[in-house]
């Protein structure tokens, strides 16, 4: 397993905007599938955004179009970037890493629950977004 340490969260109006940031941590993000996850109270854990080591992004469809999944591998860092938020994208982000693969595969229509979260192995402590209408 690897350290995870997520951070930028905080509380912004709709329509704003957020950068989350997830390191440094180990030269992970050029050696591993990385992803995105957040949970609401009450809900269960989603998938949000993955990014493979070749650079290919894959996105929940909620987020399609407003979120962001990037990397710097100089300093390995992985970010979120998040525009257009919407009350229901408050939720606790956590950071996570996949290190049994360097690529990650498509996030289902259906992105919450163990199937595409249990592939990953290392985990953050989460940060919280919340946006108020």
């Known amino acids: 397993q690897v350290q995870l340490v997520e951070s930028g969260g905080g509380a912004v109006q709709a329509g704003g905007s957020l950068r989350l940031s997830c390191g440094p941590s180990q030269n992970i993000t050029s050696r591993f599938c990385m992803g995105w996850f957040r949970q609401a109270p009450g809900k269960e854990r989603e998938a949000v955004a993955a990014l493979g080591t070749d650079g290919t992004a894959e996105y929940a469809d909620p987020v399609k179009g407003r979120f962001t999944i990037a990397k710097d591998n100089a300093a390995n860092i992985l970010f979120l970037s998040m525009d257009s938020l919407k009350p229901e994208d408050t939720a606790m982000y956590y950071c996570?890493?996949?290190?049994?693969?360097?690529?990650?595969?498509?996030?289902?229509?259906?992105?919450?629950?163990?199937?595409?979260?249990?592939?990953?192995?290392?985990w953050g402590q989460g940060t919280q977004v919340t946006v108020s209408s």
């Open positions: 996570a890493a996949d290190t049994f693969r360097n690529y990650c595969i498509r996030i289902p229509t259906h992105s919450s629950g163990p199937d595409y979260s249990g592939r990953f192995n290392s």
